[in-house]
């Protein structure tokens, strides 16, 4: 192995023992890097956190992304089909609703009593 790599590898170790990011020395990502500002105290628990579950603070900004776009993809779902309803059920439907609370009392509530 070429010493340079070698020194170069070992300046890495150094720098992440001082808190850069490790994500980026364990494995080459196809992912995209980008630089965010945060207010210290959140850039702390985040820290903290990585520190605790021994992952990488990217790692935690992924899956907190993750997570704030499945909630608001929920949202936008719940939005629309509030929407769709916000008339009320047609004649037809309130006919199949009256029908299906009917054979539910009838069979699945029968079930129960016994």
Do not use: W
């Not at 196809?30 to 500002?37: G, L, P």
């Not at 990217?58 to 899956?63: L, M, V, Y």
């Amino acid at each position: 192995m070429n010493s340079r790599i070698v020194m170069d590898y070992g300046r890495r170790i150094e720098k992440m023992n001082k808190g850069i990011d490790i994500s980026i020395i364990k494995f080459h990502t196809n992912c995209m890097k980008t630089a965010i500002s945060i207010p210290d105290h959140i850039f702390e628990e985040v820290n903290k956190l990585a520190r605790q579950k021994k992952t990488s603070r990217s790692q935690i900004f992924c899956i907190a992304v993750e997570e704030y776009l499945k909630k608001m993809k929920a949202q936008k779902l719940f939005e629309t089909l509030n929407l769709a309803y916000k008339d009320g059920a047609t004649p037809e439907e309130k006919i199949l609703l009256a029908t299906a609370k009917e054979y539910y009392e009838s069979k699945v509530l029968e079930k129960d009593r016994f």
